[in-house]
């Protein structure tokens, strides 16, 4: 919209006078401030435009580490009042979803406000494409060198905005469910970060022996089991008809599946404490292939005893991972939290174009007591810690209803909306459950799935239980294996390995080196400006080191605790990796 389409007139008392009928936007002087008429409407009040935007701001509690969230902010009325209020660690975004009000709002906002470090405005569609650019911002704004926190959301209309309410609606659930998720993962890593950290430079030592997968290579229909209760409703059907199917299945279903002479083709592992080995306890050395996150606990991938491959989950943005993935070649899966969602994204990964994949049992929802299937270890642990005065129907109180006798709670509604987010678009993707809380996924019945079972096999007959062992229904390998190739591979990723612990080994002694040197007796205020920052440099690369300390959240604060507790992590770790180093060199897995 070029400039002389605006038109600019000054309102006294009553109604204004327009140059002309069809003037797309109008800037107008009240009393206090310009208004805007656009489409036969005021966007601020046409006697006192400045007044209900700035009462609003007014008004506002105003706290530390806030998102302040506007609506078309337009002439920015009600913005300088707002900067005034705020401090450094907030930051105010603002859209705008009408092209002609975008360029308007350029064109006539206080430039220095466009100029502000801490100010940021972008036009946005009114589509998910357009929650996703905004989203990605914000996630910018989380990893730049600022190291934004933002422990609130607080939206704004400034004006009588033109973005539709169902818009703003979806933008603010998604932009908490943002802020929701940055803490959870906080906490996640205080509680787990240090040892995501050691199993990763444990398993290096299985990663430089490890399989490779193959992608795109599978061409049967692809099953993916997981341990909800749905997956009980059908299990009589994959018995009968599991030797058409490639099976993925997750850890905690294993036990259940192999009572139920389930042959299963890949089984996904995430957990990195102990606690999951029980999981495993009815299935060892059954040989069932498996592909584990490199964050898992590493003595779990020797207990099938079966062929081994890795993944790794960037659970935080660190230049560490970074430099693993250059130096390791290991598969990089985005952030997922949940092994049902890994399952189907390796599903996706390993099936060739417009193959079909089925998912069961991934229903993140639950019903009194039975918040798995059967015999896997919580199901277990439930029924054996019911007493008179706690039976195991006992849930607790932070699940919500959402239907006749079903109990969801917010991570399982977390990973459900995600699971929609990522795969609503897929082709071949059908979901086997009727209490899934997914709901963008295609629902097949349980009957229709039986038909499309006949129609594609020609097999009709359920009554004889299919119990093909696993290795006889694998249609293809899927791994790198015996090949030539496949050994000169591994040679390099083990060197290469070799070459990333080495590396890691000489930068932690040259920062223990550097934290030895410092006086403990120190105070943070007699602790040198130059010191500090070569503290920080020698953390490029080491944030293994701190990402677990509660305030990790931000850049870290090079003080005298931080620099105590520093020692500490850099000699656990040199220890861990010298370890891990040794047993790859020996060879002697």
Not at 232 to 239: G, R, V
Not at 318 to 342: D, P
Not at 395 to 405: A, H, T, W, Y
Request: charged fraction near 25%.
């Amino acid at each position: 919209m070029s400039p002389d389409k605006h038109s600019n007139k000054r309102l006294s008392s009553g109604q204004p006078s327009l140059e002309r009928e069809d003037a797309d936007i109008q800037k107008i002087e009240t009393k206090n401030g310009f208004t805007v008429l656009y489409k036969n409407r005021y966007l601020y009040s046409r006697f006192d435009a400045k007044k209900n935007s700035e009462r609003l701001v007014q008004s506002l509690e105003i706290k530390g580490e806030s998102l302040f969230f506007i609506f078309s902010p337009l002439l920015g009325h009600g913005l300088d009042l707002l900067f005034e209020k705020i401090s450094s660690d907030s930051f105010v975004l603002a859209i705008e979803t009408d092209p002609l009000l975008y360029a308007f709002s350029l064109q006539h906002i206080n430039k220095k406000l466009l100029e502000k470090k801490n100010f940021l405005y972008l036009f946005l569609e009114e589509k998910m494409t357009g929650i996703k650019e905004l989203l990605e911002k914000i996630d910018h704004l989380v990893q730049s060198e600022q190291g934004y926190a933002f422990r609130r959301l607080v939206p704004l209309e400034l004006s009588s905005t033109c973005i539709q309410k169902e818009f703003q609606n979806t933008c603010t659930q998604y932009i908490d469910l943002y802020i929701n998720q940055f803490w959870r993962n906080r906490i996640t890593l205080v509680k787990l970060g240090r040892l995501y950290a050691k199993n990763i430079f444990q398993n290096l030592a299985l990663l430089s022996q490890a399989e490779t997968i193959k992608s795109a290579t599978i061409e049967k229909p692809i099953l993916v089991l997981g341990a909800g209760p749905s997956l009980e409703e059908n299990i009589a059907i994959i018995q009968a008809f599991q030797k058409h199917f490639f099976i993925i299945a997750v850890d905690t279903a294993l036990a259940y599946l192999h009572k139920q002479k389930i042959g299963i083709d890949l089984c996904l592992v995430m957990e990195p404490q102990l606690i999951n080995q029980k999981a495993f306890l009815a299935v060892k050395n059954t040989k069932i292939p498996l592909l584990a996150d490199l964050c898992s606990y590493p003595a779990t991938q020797k207990i099938l005893n079966g062929p081994l491959s890795f993944f790794f989950s960037e659970y935080a943005s660190l230049q560490f991972l970074q430099n693993l993935e250059k130096n390791s070649g290991i598969q990089k899966y985005r952030a997922l939290g949940s092994v049902g969602l890994v399952a189907v994204e390796t599903a996706l990964k390993l099936r060739k174009k417009n193959t079909a994949i089925f998912f069961t049992g991934l229903d993140f929802s639950y019903q009194l007591g039975k918040t798995h299937t059967k015999e896997t270890p919580s199901h277990h642990a439930r029924l054996f810690e019911a007493t008179r005065l706690k039976p195991a129907e006992n849930i607790g109180l932070v699940e919500n209803k959402i239907g006749d006798g079903l109990y969801t709670n917010p991570a399982l509604e977390n990973y459900a909306r995600l699971f929609d987010d990522l795969y609503a678009e897929e082709n071949e993707l059908y979901m086997l459950s009727e209490i899934s809380i997914i709901r963008k996924i295609k629902k097949i019945s349980l009957e229709d799935f039986k038909i499309w079972i006949e129609n594609k096999t020609g097999q009709t007959d359920t009554s004889q239980t299919d119990t093909i062992e696993k290795n006889e229904k694998i249609e293809s390998r899927f791994f790198e294996t015996d090949t030539e190739t496949d050994t000169v591979e591994k040679t390099k990723r083990k060197d290469a390995i070799i070459d990333f612990l080495e590396n890691e080994i000489k930068k932690l002694s040259v920062l223990s080196s550097l934290l030895e040197s410092i006086k403990p007796e120190l105070t943070n205020s007699q602790l040198d400006e130059n010191l500090q920052k070569e503290i920080r440099k020698k953390l490029l690369g080491l944030e293994y080191l701190y990402i677990h300390f509660p305030e990790a959240y931000k850049k870290p604060d090079i003080s005298s605790s931080f620099i105590s507790r520093l020692k500490g992590e850099t000699s656990f770790f040199l220890k861990i990796i010298e370890k891990s180093l040794d047993r790859i060199k020996s060879e002697h897995f």
